[in-house]
């Protein structure tokens, strides 16, 4: 079984900056496809940055210049920078990791981590 361990959030004031970090446990899971979400309360989750196996990046127009997805594939974890925050970036953060475990590919998410900016 792979779990996802989300570590990072909390409580920052505006301007500061936070750094997300989701690490895959088991050794028979390579990550392809790892993914940042966020939701907000009322609001649906949306994609907030997401980094293929190739390094190809993605992010949503609201967080591009200010926040960082990066990978360590040695330790089988994504990383999201966050600098800049802004108020409405409070919201409770997912990760999403696709890939390979035994000849199938698999979707995980984290558990998820409060971050709240306060203005």
């Known amino acids: 079984q792979v779990q996802l361990v989300e570590s990072g959030g909390g409580l920052v004031q505006a301007g500061g900056s936070l750094r997300l970090s989701c690490a895959a446990s088991?050794?028979?899971?390579?990550?392809?496809?790892g993914g940042w979400y966020r939701q907000a309360p009322g609001k649906q989750r949306e994609l907030v940055a997401s980094?293929?196996?190739?390094?190809?990046?993605r992010y949503a127009d609201s967080v591009k210049g200010r926040f960082t997805i990066s990978r360590d594939n040695a330790k089988n974890t994504v990383y999201l920078q966050m600098d800049s925050l802004k108020p409405e970036d409070t919201a409770v953060y997912y990760c999403?990791?696709?890939?390979?475990?035994?000849?199938?590919?698999?979707?995980?998410w984290g558990q998820g981590t409060q971050v709240t900016v306060s203005s």
């Open positions: 088991g050794s028979t899971f390579r990550i392809n496809l």
């Open positions: 980094i293929s196996s190739v390094d190809s990046i």
């Open positions: 999403n990791l696709e890939g390979i475990r035994l000849g199938i590919y698999r979707n995980y």
